[in-house]
């Protein structure tokens, strides 16, 4: 079974800050990381493979920092990267992206199964997953919250707003999974040691007949900046003693039916 | 003429797009037209005043596929030359706007907050860096997908000026994928995104007996009890229905009160259209007090009754 994981390059959003003067990210000396959600699709890929054998690739495109922060899904038990790497790919759009990931895996061999995260964790579009599946001409099957694989068969759960749905696909296909789905493991010290030794392939886009220039972008970009706060802000410090205040407010609000 | 075509499998989402598209295809000089596809009720569009309904009956449209309804609406896009697509943001409403998107080779926003003609251009807001900013962005493309938020707007309402239904023949391939069954999720399931008060638990909640606390708020203030995401899949205290947050909900009550929450984006995104938000948090420093208008500091199991207690 060959399984290639598609990830994302991200900044670690948990430690970005938000400059109140001008409500924008800070972003300078954030750690970069992959995915959330990728990384359930890894830690998916590698509890298969612990099951029934096979070869986990990594896909993924970025900047020059990927070939480092690769190395924390070759150290969670992916066997191999296989990146497209450029200076231009720091913040690429869906499109762009699917289109190095085609290609990416049209070099990393033969595939059974593709997986992803159901969206990336900065920009959750959601968009990448589907994209690839036209693009390879692959049957998608989103949101999975979990997944058995019979021979040449995949059953997965899928988690829709009001319901579960039992979808059924002959391999390969692509799968985008749900965060629900597991608990990415946390690698070793020795895992991680050795993360540095597994092979990674590295292609820059115009190996893989891709213009950078060719794609112009889709997406504008106005502003991206943090919601304003409109809130009162009026904290009771003195708690239970406090609630007739509260019950006070809301009512001159017009807030409680009576 | 070239349209502001919509399509939703959700009938409530829809009939907000199509309120959504009659605005825009007026100022944008576009024809609205909906894509009725299977058991979607073609009339009910007309009805609502839609101009022009096409509607495709086919065996494979029975229910929602992506492959095979990624088919349908790239034809119902060329027939009804399509220049702008609205797609209602859910689940299967995110995979087909990709999936679609791609084979249009358009461009394309999932998760649109707003979505608005602002000289010469559609401009839409969304959520990014997680939810730590919201980014407004335009399409360049000259097919563009946005995929709207339920909830953005009202309904359509029922309208006099009656559209026509133009039935489209669509040539159809089965999907790869076999549905083998559903399973609902909550057979209780609340209207969590139209609701107009929520009382939101998270972690603070020390045992899921307490969970009947915010219940008796709830009650006592005409909302539902909503979440955050540990709550319903760690816990599993509440059915993920309940979810608010960047996975899950987006609500905007005219009053919500979060209590034993700290805070965190992933949660905050899905709460802060709120009108009137109340934190309950025994941390002082506790983030949810910094996007409150009212904070209480105390323990929620003692607070919460209280206030039902007042309330009533």
């Known amino acids: 079974m060959n ?60 900047p020059e920092s990927l070939a480092d922060t690769v190395k924390e899904a070759l150290a969670m038990g992916a066997d191999e990267a296989v990146l497209v790497m ?36 900065d920009n959750y579009s959601g968009q990448v997953g589907p994209r690839l599946a036209e693009l390879l001409g692959l049957p998608q099957i989103t949101f999975a919250k979990s997944l058995v694989i019979e021979g040449r068969t995949l059953r997965a759960l899928r988690s829709l707003e009001d319901c579960l749905e039992e979808a059924e696909v002959d ?88 | 003429m070239a349209s502001v075509l919509i399509f939703s499998e959700q009938d409530r989402c829809a009939f907000e797009l199509l309120h959504k598209a009659k605005g825009l295809g007026e100022r944008m000089k576009l024809e609205v037209a909906a894509a009725a596809l299977g058991a979607s ?26 492959s095979v309804y990624a088919q349908a609406l790239c034809q119902v896009a060329a027939e009804s030359r399509a220049a702008v697509i609205l797609i209602g943001s859910t689940r299967s409403g995110k995979e087909l706007a990709g999936r679609l998107a791609q084979r249009l080779g ?33 399409l360049t493309t000259g097919v563009q997908i946005f995929a709207l938020m339920p909830y953005l707007c009202e309904p359509a309402a029922p309208a006099e000026a009656g559209g026509e239904i133009v039935p489209i023949t669509l040539d159809l391939k089965p999907s790869p994928v076999r549905k083998l069954k559903s399973i609902p999720k909550d057979l209780g399931a609340v209207d969590i995104e ?73 949660f905050a995104v899905g709460i802060r259209d709120a009108k009137t938000l109340v934190a309950v948090n025994t941390d002082p420093n506790a983030y949810i007090f910094q996007i409150a208008d009212y904070g209480v500091v105390g323990d929620l199991h003692q607070i919460l009754p209280q206030l039902t207690a007042a309330i009533k």
């Open chain 2, 106 to 138: 358009a461009g394309c926003l999932t998760d649109c907050q707003s979505l608005e003609y602002e000289d010469g251009a559609l401009v839409a807001t969304r959520n990014a860096f997680g939810g730590l900013t919201v980014a407004v962005q335009k």
């Open chain 1, 171 to 258: 391999l390969p296909a692509l799968v985008t999974v749900v965060s629900e789905i597991n608990e990415p493991r946390i690698p070793a010290v020795t895992q991680i040691l050795k993360a540095g030794r597994k092979p990674k392939r590295v292609f820059r886009p115009e190996d893989l007949g891709i213009q950078i220039r060719g794609f112009a972008p889709e997406v504008q970009t106005q502003s991206n900046l943090a919601p304003i706060q409109n809130r009162k802000g009026i904290l009771f410090k003195e708690g239970a003693k406090d609630v007739s205040a509260l019950v006070k407010a809301l009512e001159e609000e017009g807030l409680l039916r009576r």
């Open chain 2, 194 to 266: 139209g609701a107009e008060v929520l009382v939101c638990v998270g972690k603070g909640l020390a045992k899921q007996e307490d969970l009947k606390i915010a219940e008796a708020l709830a009650s006592a203030l005409g909302g539902f009890v909503a979440c955050t995401k540990p709550l319903a899949t760690d816990l599993k205290w509440l059915p993920e229905s309940r979810i608010i947050g960047l996975s899950g909900k987006k609500g905007k009550p005219k009053l919500a009160v979060c209590a034993g929450i700290s805070g965190q984006v992933q």
């Open chain 2, 41 to 66: 009720q073609s009339e009910e569009y007309r009805r609502r005043g839609c101009p022009r309904v096409y509607a495709g009956s086919h065996e494979l449209l029975s229910s929602f596929d992506v």
């Open chain 1, 3 to 62: 399984i290639f994981v598609c990830m994302k390059q991200t900044y670690d959003l948990q430690q970005v800050r938000i400059r109140r003067e001008t409500r924008q990210p800070v972003l300078e000396n954030i750690p970069l990381t992959l995915g959330n959600i990728d990384k359930n699709a890894l830690e998916e890929a590698v509890r298969l493979k612990e099951k029934s054998g096979g070869k986990i690739t990594v896909l993924s495109a970025g």
């Open chain 1, 86 to 121: 450029a200076p231009e790919l720091g913040a690429i759009e869906s499109a762009l992206s699917a289109a190095l990931l085609a290609k990416a895996a049209g070099q990393a061999g033969p595939f059974d199964l593709i997986l992803l995260g159901e969206g990336s964790t």
